[in-house]
């Protein structure tokens, strides 16, 4: 029998699009009063926030996708001494609930848990469901996404599918302000980020795209970019002598800011990414990676695109001119980039973290839940 002063147990590995929605509900069920601890791979490192602090137990896992014969041989013996690991460790905490957030290093631990008979919650970010959660979801009591579709969920799984919309940071939340176009004559703020790791091909496309604009729109750009730390030479090397006010870095520590002030964004589409677009209300040009498992970042600019949000430029024809071209298009009808800021705001869920609290406290039975109905969307 399940212990009602039992901890909650949060089930992630180290990426931002699994950190991110983890970090955001810890919040929120801490302030609900729960206790948490934090399951996660022995290759995890430091998380920063709220889940530094947590109580942190680490299992073997490894990922078997993608992977020579030896590795998976070596990968699947490492998942059984985690699951091992996990069903000692599930059995001493007695946990109320166990939520996992996707990727290898939560099947153990999501696997024992359902051995044992405890609840639990998958929650899946992308358009697409990870590999990770296809093993997991028909052992779940819920499932949380954050489309209103998601591809290769089973049909027999989706009567316990819920929207809830992807979690992000609350740094997000409040520095959103509504969006305003770029005046006629003043500056234009153009956002370029490559992900957790940057996008070398960021680094060779937009610098000559954004020089290649005319000189009206040109001498009002404002340009943020990421770049990775082994191109960030060549990319300042780039825009040398263009006369543009341009800040490179490989990490902005104030993204939520940045985003905030932002009249276009160029961006890959991670989860994490097209969440923070749709909390914050900004327009993005996605050029999703192309080697992304499933093709799910396709799939996530894909949703955003069908809802007026931004548009989709795929790498494997991306070019400078056809960038500064789509750039050019849209700074010459700004009443474009506001109706797609509207538009990505729109499907946005800033109340994603406080409904997918909703779902753990409900299945648990706490009194801290929503009334029923009141934040949930059935899921397609």
Excluded at 227 to 256: M, N, Q, S
Excluded at 286 to 299: C, G, L, S, T, V
Excluded at 357 to 368: E, N, R, T
Aim: proline content about 6%.
């Amino acid at each position: 029998m399940i212990e009602k002063d039992g901890p909650i147990v949060l089930a992630t590995g180290g990426t931002g699009g699994h950190v991110f929605p983890a970090q955001a509900l810890a919040r929120v069920l801490q302030e609900r009063g729960h206790r948490l601890v934090l399951v996660t791979d022995v290759r995890g490192g430091s998380y920063g926030g709220l889940l530094d602090n947590l109580e942190t137990y680490r299992i073997r896992a490894a990922g078997i996708s993608g992977r020579g014969l030896i590795a998976r041989i070596s990968a699947v013996l490492q998942l059984g001494l985690g699951l091992l690991q996990a069903r000692r460790l599930l059995r001493r905490l007695r946990p109320r609930c166990v939520v996992g957030f996707g990727g290898y290093p939560s099947v153990p631990t999501m696997v024992a848990a359902a051995q044992l008979g405890f609840r639990t919650v998958i929650h899946e970010q992308n358009a697409v469901l990870g590999r990770a959660n296809r093993v997991l979801a028909p052992r779940a009591d819920r499932i949380a996404t954050a489309f209103d579709t998601t591809a290769m969920l089973r049909d027999a799984d989706r009567a316990r599918a819920v929207r809830t919309g992807n979690p992000v940071r609350s740094e997000v939340i409040a520095s959103a302000r509504p969006y305003v176009a770029p005046a006629a004559d003043g500056p234009i703020e153009i956002l370029v980020v490559g992900g957790s790791q940057g996008a070398a091909i960021f680094g060779e496309i937009v610098p000559p795209a954004l020089i290649g604009l005319p000189e009206s729109p040109r001498r009002r750009l404002r340009i943020a970019q990421q770049c990775r730390k082994d191109t960030l030479d060549g990319v300042r090397a780039a825009y040398a002598g263009a006369g543009l006010e341009v800040e490179l870095a490989p990490f902005f520590a104030d993204i939520p800011a940045r985003l905030a002030r932002a009249h276009l964004v160029i961006c890959r589409s991670g989860a994490s990414t097209v969440a923070e677009l749709t909390a914050a209300g900004r327009p993005a040009i996605m050029i999703p990676y192309p080697h992304a498992i499933d093709d799910h970042q396709r799939e996530n600019a894909a949703r955003l695109c069908d809802a007026g949000g931004g548009w989709m430029m795929p790498q494997d024809s991306l070019t400078a001119a056809g960038l500064a071209a789509l750039v050019r298009s849209l700074l010459d009808t700004p009443d474009r980039l506001a109706s797609a800021a509207a538009c990505a705001a729109r499907t946005g869920t800033p109340d994603a973290a406080a409904r997918l609290a909703d779902i753990v406290c409900a299945l648990i039975g706490d009194g801290a839940a929503a009334t029923p109905n009141s934040r949930k969307e059935a899921v397609a």
